[in-house]
C-alpha cells in the first residue's frame, strides 16, 4: 500500500477494514511483510482458528449469566459462528479482484442478518 491516492485504492482500503475491525491488525503491520497479507491471515485461520486471529478485546465476558454454563457454551457457540462468518465476509469483500469480491450492499445484509440473532 502507499503511493498516489486513488479510487480503487480507497476503495480496497475499506474492504479490508472489516478484517482490520475483528482482528486488530493492519495490512501494513511487520507480520505481513514476504507476502503474507491480512487477507491471507484471515483466510488460513478459517473456520476452526478464527476465535484465534479476533482481537481480544471483542472477546470480553458479555452479559451471560456465569452460574449457568450451558447458558454461557451456548453463548461462546453463537459468537463463534458469528464471528467465522463475519470474518468469512471480510475475505471474500477483501479479494482484490474486482469481480470477485462482494458488492457492498451485499455485505451490509449478511452483516444485519448476523446482528439481529447475536443480540436478540
Keep these: 500500500m502507499g503511493g498516489e491516492a486513488s479510487t480503487e485504492g480507497d476503495v480496497y482500503s475499506y474492504r479490508i477494514m472489516l478484517l482490520e475491525l475483528f482482528t486488530g491488525k493492519r495490512p501494513t503491520d511487520?507480520?505481513?511483510?514476504?507476502?503474507?497479507?491480512?487477507?491471507?491471515?484471515?483466510?488460513?485461520?478459517?473456520?476452526?482458528?478464527?476465535?484465534?486471529?479476533v482481537d481480544q478485546l471483542l472477546l470480553l465476558e458479555g452479559n451471560a449469566d456465569s452460574n449457568n454454563v450451558n447458558?454461557?457454551?451456548?453463548?461462546?457457540?453463537?459468537?463463534?459462528?458469528?464471528?467465522?462468518?463475519?470474518v468469512g465476509i471480510g475475505i471474500v469483500w477483501s479479494l482484490e479482484s474486482p469481480g470477485e469480491h462482494m458488492q457492498m450492499v451485499d455485505v451490509v445484509k449478511r452483516l444485519v442478518a448476523l446482528r439481529d440473532p447475536l443480540l436478540g
Design 30 to 53: 511487520d507480520m505481513f511483510e514476504g507476502g503474507l497479507s491480512l487477507h491471507e491471515f484471515a483466510k488460513r485461520a478459517m473456520p476452526t482458528q478464527v476465535i484465534e486471529i
Design 71 to 86: 447458558g454461557r457454551y451456548e453463548q461462546i457457540a453463537r459468537v463463534n459462528e458469528c464471528l467465522v462468518s463475519i
